[in-house]
């Protein structure tokens, strides 16, 4: 297993952006989908993002399309999230997942096989 560490939280105003990055380690980075998801205050985990084991193949939860865009990048062993025109609804914990399994079934499974330890973005009006 790969062991994940996300990192570019912070806060922000409403209409601002922000990257996240988690960085894995270990040696097999690439043979694992890549997700991130989200935790509101009160509210359950929901999916966010996916991105395949070769980055051709993308997912979106629809509250965030044309807003957040999932990269890769297998030499460093890092997956991105870049964030735009953020609402205080974004306001959440962001938990980065690998998993051995498709970018498709990261998009609609909650039980992953690895997961970082978050990190919070705050988005303020």
């Known amino acids: 297993q790969v062991q994940l560490v996300e990192s570019g939280g912070g806060l922000v105003q409403a209409g601002g952006s922000l990257r996240l990055s988690c960085t894995a380690s270990?040696?097999?980075?690439?043979?694992?989908?890549m997700g991130w998801f989200r935790q509101a205050p009160g509210k359950e985990r929901e999916f966010v993002a996916a991105?395949?084991?070769?980055?051709?193949?993308?997912y979106y939860a629809d509250s965030v399309k044309g807003r957040f865009t999932i990269s890769r990048d297998n030499a460093k062993m890092t997956v991105y999230l870049q964030m735009i025109s953020l609402r205080t609804e974004n306001t959440a914990v962001y938990y980065c997942?690998?998993?051995?399994?498709?970018?498709?079934?990261?998009?609609?499974?909650?039980?992953?096989?690895?997961w970082g330890k978050g990190t919070l973005v705050t988005v303020s009006s």
């Open positions: 270990g040696r097999t980075f690439s043979s694992y989908a």
């Open positions: 991105i395949s084991r070769g980055a051709d193949n993308t």
């Open positions: 997942a690998a998993d051995h399994r498709s970018a498709l079934i990261v998009s609609r499974a909650r039980i992953m096989d690895c």
